[in-house]
Structure formats: structure tokens, C-alpha cells
């Protein structure tokens, strides 16, 4: 039976064309993620800024109580999804590999398996609950606070929809992500990427009513993915920070931008992970618009969700065609994190060939992440552009970075 997994479909229509598997897990990752915004907002300040006690400390030295209670949140409800399914998360994923705890995969990465970044941006957000000078208890006072969004733009740039703080989940199914969802706990927004569309909406401000994927479709705005400015194709949004950690070195690798000119190109520095890919969207101001954004080798919670973006965003002026194209940068020679290489070469990629016989990336291999002692900590770099920068896609091709293009499966 073939499964098209990704149809062009509008307004009510798409509702019907969605496959019932794919919206009861995209449903079921809305329901994690706002679980994570619930036991956030009960969370007290000073609780939620303070170093975390529980098991996962071990595997993680700067984990806040913030992260632990909404990896927690969400994982519960995950596994009340699917009890059978594989969940690698920020905080957790550790001695033990929950691939070969959770029993094999299949070469063509058919096993089910959500990545979690159940809070990304925390030291940003333990900073501002600390300092913010805004009167509440519990974090949702502060979250609710209408002064909230100008304050935190003010300190981490904006807009807050996507430089606020968010829990991200995607699933990945049969080698290929199904959708994505992305909950900014102070901009109370959710952001869902499925095969009906990438869709933005306003969440009720009591975090206990039920959220419904339907609603979402038809009542959510549709996000566009619009070109950037001809004078703006080459400014782009990464993480640099961390030199002991060597980010700026392996960014210098990509050779995208000299480094003398990339003070002049770097719309921001410090950028969070998951929510980075708005950035090509428009909720980015137009004046301000980015014409690519880079996983800088980073850990996959980070980046992951982009790909279902990639797969579900439609051009802006011909629905038909692709909004964003991906690719990667490999090197034999990387820098490496925690014994984990910030390029991987194409031998160790989970991206790769369905059928060896052609050389188009078309599915993301479990079997890879399973042969890693802690897949949680697998990094790459991607980068992210418009279908239409033509600057940014003579670079990649000139480089000889490979396109990842996931295809639909027939099974």
C-alpha cells in the first residue's frame, strides 16, 4: 500500500486528507508539549530557577528544576501515546541507549521514535525569572505578565514568538518526520508543523484546556516561508557562542561567510534551537528578514524539527513547490563534542540512502542512532535556506554540501 504522507490540501479538506495515524501522533505531541507548559507554569520562581535534584543530573550537570519537570511532563504523556515508541530527550537518553532498551530497529528506520527539547532556551529563562523584576508566585504569573513580551525582547531579542522559550517534539516514522510541535511558554503560542501545513496559533490562557490539532488547522494562521530581501540573502541566525566549545571554529568551516564579514551577516549570535526556523518564516519582520539559518553542530533536540518544516512548507506563490531546501555539511576531519563529531562524515549521517543505488539522501536511519552509546548527543551541521536565495544555494553548491531531500515512502 502506498502512504502519501504530505498533500498539498487547504482549509477543511486537509482535515480529511491527513492521515488518522499522523494526526493522533501530531495530536498526542500537542498534548506532551502543553503538559510541559502546564508543570512549568505550577512551577514557583524560585523552584524553576534552581539546579535540578532529580535522576537526570546525573546526565546533565547544568539542568534546571524548569527542565526536568517538563521533560518529565512531556514524557509521560508520550509514552501514554505510545508505550511501544523510542524517546530521546534533552535531559535524559543517557548510560543506557533507549534504542536497544526499547528493542531494534530496521535498516530502513521503520521504529517509531519522538526527539524531545523539553525546554530549550533555560539559562535565558532561569536569567529573566530571576531578574525580570515582575511580581508573581508561580511562573505562569510571569508568563501572563503583559509586560512580559517587551522585557524579554528588550534583553534576547526578538520577536518573542521566536526567540521566547519552547518545548519542541517531533516524531519521526517509518525514516521520515511526521510533524513537529513547538509551544513558546511566554509568547503562549503553539506552532504546529503536520502534513496539513505549518499552522500558528494564540494558546488559552489556562494551560488545563484541552487543545485540539483540528482547531489549530482551521482556525491557526498559516505560516508562510517567504524569499528574504536580495539585500538581506546572506544574513544568517546561528548559535556562536561557546568558543571552548568550539562552535565559532566549526562554523568558520562551513566557509559561508568570511570571517571578516560576518559581524556584518549575523542577525544573532545566541539563537535557541527548535524555533530557529521561524526565523525564515514570516513572523519575522520583513525589514529584518534572514536568509538562512545553520545547526552549528549542534545536538539533534535541536534541529530535528526543522526537517518537518522542510517537508510540510509549501512556496508561498505556487503551493506546489518546496518553500525551504536543507543541507549538510560533512568533513572527515571535524571538531568534536563529548566525543561526538560536530560534522559527521556521510558513513556516520543518519541521513542517508533509502536505495544505494541512488545517491539522494531520502530518510533519516535509526539503525545509526542505535549504534550510539548516547544518541541524544548526536550533532550535525545543516543548513536551512529559501527555496529562493540564490545567493545561499550557489554557496552550497559550490562547497559541495549534500542535499537532504526526504521523500515520501511507499510502503
Known amino acids: 500500500m502506498s502512504v502519501s504522507l504530505f498533500l498539498p490540501v487547504y482549509f477543511h479538506k486537509e482535515l480529511v486528507m491527513f492521515c488518522k495515524i499522523e494526526r493522533s501522533y501530531v495530536q498526542g505531541m500537542i498534548d506532551a508539549a502543553l503538559a510541559a507548559r502546564h508543570a512549568f507554569y505550577e512551577l514557583r520562581v524560585q523552584d524553576a530557577t534552581s539546579k535540578s535534584t532529580a535522576a537526570v543530573e546525573k546526565i546533565k550537570g547544568d539542568t534546571l528544576n524548569l527542565d526536568g519537570v517538563a521533560e518529565t511532563a512531556a514524557v509521560g504523556e508520550l509514552r501514554r501515546l505510545d508505550r511501544d515508541a523510542t524517546i530521546l530527550t534533552e535531559e535524559r537518553g543517557t548510560d543506557n541507549n533507549p534504542f536497544l532498551i526499547d528493542g531494534p530497529t530496521t535498516v530502513a528506520g521503520a521504529k517509531t521514535f519522538f526527539c524531545c527539547d523539553p525546554f530549550d532556551r533555560s539559562k535565558p529563562a532561569q536569567d529573566f525569572l530571576v531578574n525580570c523584576g515582575l511580581a508573581g508566585p508561580r511562573v505562569g504569573n510571569i508568563a501572563r505578565d503583559p509586560k512580559t513580551t517587551a522585557l524579554w525582547e528588550e534583553k534576547y531579542s526578538g520577536p518573542m514568538s521566536i526567540t521566547g522559550p519552547v518545548t519542541a517534539i517531533t516524531c519521526v516514522r517509518r525514516g521520515l518526520p511526521i510533524g513537529s510541535v513547538i509551544v513558546n511558554h511566554f509568547s503562549q503560542e503553539i506552532v504546529v508543523a503536520c502534513p496539513a501545513g505549518i499552522f500558528i496559533k494564540t494558546l488559552p490562557e489556562d494551560p488545563t484546556d484541552y487543545v485540539d490539532l483540528n482547531n489549530i488547522i482551521c482556525s491557526g494562521r498559516r505560516l508562510s516561508f517567504c524569499q528574504p530581501h536580495r539585500d538581506r540573502m546572506k544574513f544568517v541566525a546561528t548559535f556562536i557562542g561557546k568558543p571552548e566549545r568550539g562552535y565559532p571554529d566549526n562554523f568558520a568551516k562551513c566557509r559561508l561567510i568570511e570571517d571578516a564579514e560576518l559581524k556584518n551577516y549575523l542577525h544573532y549570535d545566541n539563537c535557541g534551537g527548535p524555533a530557529r526556523v521561524l526565523y525564515l518564516s514570516d513572523l519575522q519582520p520583513s525589514e529584518q528578514s534572514v536568509g538562512l539559518i545553520v545547526a552549528n553542530g549542534e545536538k539533534i533536540s535541536e534541529w530535528i524539527h526543522w526537517i518537518s518544516f522542510l517537508r510540510c512548507a509549501n512556496h ?37 540512502y533509502l536505495d544505494p543505488r541512488h545517491h539522494t539522501v531520502t530518510h533519516i536511519d535509526a539503525a545509526k542512532l542505535q549504534s550510539l ?18 545567493w545561499a544555494l550557489t554557496q552550497v553548491e559550490k562547497f559541495g554540501f549534500r542535499e537532504i531531500c526526504l521523500y515520501k515512502v511507499q510502503g
Do not use: C, K, W
Open 373 to 390: 552509546g548516547n544518541p541524544s548527543r548526536y550533532r550535525a551541521t545543516l543548513v536551512l535556506v529559501p527555496f529562493d536565495n540564490d
Open 316 to 352: 508561498h506563490e505556487d503551493a506546489s513547490a518546496p518553500a525551504l531546501r536543507l543541507f549538510e555539511v560533512t568533513q572527515q576531519n571535524s571538531n568534536f563534542i563529548d566525543n561526538m563529531p560536530m560534522m559527521p562524515p556521510i558513513d556516520y549521517s543518519i541521513f542517508t
